[in-house]
């Protein structure tokens, strides 16, 4: 983990506008700068960045948030991912907090792994662009199969040479170990001696989700006769097959931008379609799904269309991972593509525009597909048919999120209509199936699972920074328009809390204490709410001085994210009010009394009008005559306390 020092330090040194406009092409405006929001289609700027208070939000589609989760949200990183990325912007050293000694080793080994690879795959590209043998036999390959130079360039592709110890010799020259050299599957042990073992093959770099290289796919040129097409990298700390999708570091803005994610199963397929300007795309790499890849896809979209080729082959490979892909919530479609093509010759054969329109034209619903290809290969055999129907009402039953609920039954009543059987009757095998997938988990010994470490990311699985992984939380995409009067009180009395709370109210003390034993006595009906002023509360007691700006980058998501809604506006006065009116200073002047001050009135007034409604219902209820007595001296106490808050409001306004 990294430690809460190097936390401190990134925090301490970031600019909003400077990560924000690395993305975005912001326009001063006021005190704050306006933007084309990156998460959301929109032709009016509605995405504003606060320099002053480390924010930005987006008055459209309401994201918001700080620098660290604009790169969660953009670049799809995580907690701890970002914190990297911004760490190597700014030249910071990650102290790690204390591990044992055998994580502190895998780290060190996934450490020395990323730079052999590095190493490696400037070789590779060097030899490709800079040697003879590299441009005559495989850039020479590459231009045949119509990759352009930008596109190769891109995918960092490069070329091992047909010599037994070109990269070997010169890996090992440069002080890098035997043992993790052979880890990477770069070189080979032949008779004790080091050898390549990709030489002459195209080398297809595998990057993670930060870009970083894990891994190599290495490619024979031309038919392979005795070799295998492909030799991969084998599995290593970096490097899990199962958790890998290709093109995912390059695909992945293209995917959330376009709400689909198009799947393919070979490398070449991803860069033809990036060449060909359709980039939301990634690769398999020619195994059956797994569920992790399907979770990285469902992190960027719930739409998944595959095209596969059309061939026997391709439609088997289709059909693998489709209960998984239901039971994720995947919304799946197949595309097969015709005349024993490929994406990667197809696109090239017919162009980008008339590819995309045959993938719109012809996309099957998987489910119905799968039903369609099982009846096919059942013919007229009865016993066969039974087994597609047991086979359908399995799939089916996969389906079991409750969002899912009306899907599942469109897909009952639509399958049961080709199968011609009733459809009440393919309900209860559906739900059969689900009883007994509901009793094998009950009777399932599982012992608690253990921290696994997945390098390839170079983080621990499910680490989210102190975040609660599944955290809710509310968001008002229109500021304070869509909030009740009683929840805006609440926030204004946050927002001036966290605004003016270390200021002086007078030479006594800060109006944090004077807001806290004002509200003395008071509670928030917001529970988030309730949870920013204790958070705020607990810091200042101990004597943190919690601002803002602190706050934005508390561990717990939903701090920060209320941080952000209490304290964004969609709108700002304008500096030029002081200009046009000379002997007034509206904007640069110092509020802060009078705003703490109407803050708690309003929220104080708020909180006695509904504290005296329940007292009168209760007097309405009660058939005590001392009950009554009693409540009456509450409702003259109260309305006593009343009168007092609206004399003291008209003072404060009026002053």
């Known amino acids: 983990m990294i430690s809460p020092q190097t936390i401190q330090q990134i925090t301490s040194r970031i600019d909003i506008l400077d990560i924000v406009g690395e993305f975005v092409k912001l326009k001063k405006r006021g005190t704050s700068y306006l933007g084309l929001c990156p998460f959301h289609g929109e032709k009016t700027p509605s995405f504003t960045v606060s320099p002053a208070k480390e924010i930005f939000k987006c008055f459209g589609c309401g994201k918001s948030g700080n620098s660290i989760t604009f790169l969660m949200e953009h670049e799809k990183y995580s907690y701890v991912e970002a914190l990297r990325w911004l760490a190597h912007r700014y030249n910071i050293e990650i102290e790690e907090t ?17 730079a052999i690879n590095s190493f490696a795959q400037k070789f590779f590209a060097d030899q490709l662009w800079n040697t003879e043998e590299g441009q005559n036999i495989a850039l020479s390959y590459l231009e045949e199969r119509g990759f352009n ?67 190599f796919g290495a490619r024979v040129i031309g038919k392979a006769e005795k070799a295998p097409k492909y030799i991969n990298t084998p599995e290593n700390e970096l490097y899990i097959k199962s958790r890998i999708l290709y093109g995912s570091y390059f695909a992945r803005q293209a995917i959330d931008k376009n709400d689909e994610c198009l799947l393919v199963e070979g490398y070449t397929d991803v860069i033809s379609l990036h060449q060909a300007g359709i980039e939301n795309v990634v690769a398999s790499g020619g195994t059956s799904l797994t569920t992790d890849q399907l979770r990285l896809i469902k992190k960027y979209t719930n739409n998944l269309t595959i095209i596969y080729d059309g061939d ?55 489910v119905l597909f799968q039903l369609e290809v099982m009846l096919k ?147 928030f009906d917001n529970p988030e709410l309730e949870m920013l002023f204790e958070e705020f509360r607990r810091q200042y007691n101990a004597h943190l001085e919690p601002t803002t700006r602190t706050l934005l980058y508390h561990e717990n998501e939903r701090i920060r994210d209320m941080v952000v809604n209490v304290t964004m506006f969609p709108f700002e006065l304008s500096q030029r009010w002081d200009e046009k009116l000379m002997n007034i200073k509206i904007v640069n002047r110092d509020n802060s009394i009078l705003d703490v001050t ?45 009168r007092e808050l609206v004399k003291n409001m008209g003072t404060v306004i009026l002053k």
């Not at 204390?98 to 990323?114: H, R, T």
């Open 98 to 114: 204390a591990v044992s000694p055998e994580i502190k080793q895998q780290q060190l080994v996934a450490d020395s792994l990323f």
């Open 149 to 215: 130079k930008e596109i190769t360039e891109k995918f960092q592709v490069g070329y091992n040479p047909q010599s037994r110890y070109t990269f070997s010799r010169l890996a090992t020259q440069n002080q890098f170990n035997p043992e993790l050299l052979l880890k990477t599957g770069l070189v080979a042990n032949r008779n004790e001696e080091l050898v390549d073992n990709y030489r002459g093959r195209i080398i297809f770099p595998i990057h993670n989700n930060t870009g970083k290289i894990i891994g």
């Open 312 to 366: 026997a082959a391709g439609v088997k490979a289709a059909l693998r991972g489709l209960d998984m892909a239901l039971e994720e919530g995947l919304n799946v479609k197949l595309v097969l593509i015709p005349d024993k093509e490929d994406p990667d010759s197809y696109v090239k054969k017919v162009g980008a525009g008339e590819f995309k329109e045959f993938v719109a034209a012809n996309k099957k619903d998987f």
């Open 377 to 523: 290969e059942a013919g007229n055999d009865v016993n066969r048919k039974n087994d597609v129907v047991n086979q359908v009402a399995e799939t089916l039953s996969k389906i079991n999120k409750a969002e899912d609920f009306t899907k599942q039954q469109e897909y009952i009543r639509r399958c049961s209509g080709i199968l011609r059987i009733d459809e009440t009757g393919l309900t209860n095998l559906v739900n059969k199936y689900k009883r007994d997938r509901v009793a094998k988990e009950e009777k399932r010994q599982q012992s608690p699972p253990s921290q696994s470490f997945d390098y390839s990311s170079a983080e621990p699985i499910d680490d989210f920074g102190g975040m609660p992984p599944d955290a809710t939380f509310m968001d008002v995409p229109d500021g304070s328009l869509l909030m009740n009067q009683d929840e805006a009180h609440e926030r204004n009395v946050l927002k001036v809390l966290l605004e003016y709370g270390l200021n002086q109210w007078d030479e006594q003390k800060t109006i944090a204490a004077h807001i806290f034993e004002e509200l003395d006595g008071f509670n």
């Open 598 to 642: 109407k803050s708690l009135l309003y929220f104080k007034l708020k909180k006695l009008k509904k504290m005296i409604e329940q007292n009168q219902r209760d007097m309405e209820a009660s058939n005590s005559i001392d009950e009554q007595m009693r409540l009456i001296k509450i409702h003259s106490h109260l309305k006593e306390i009343e």
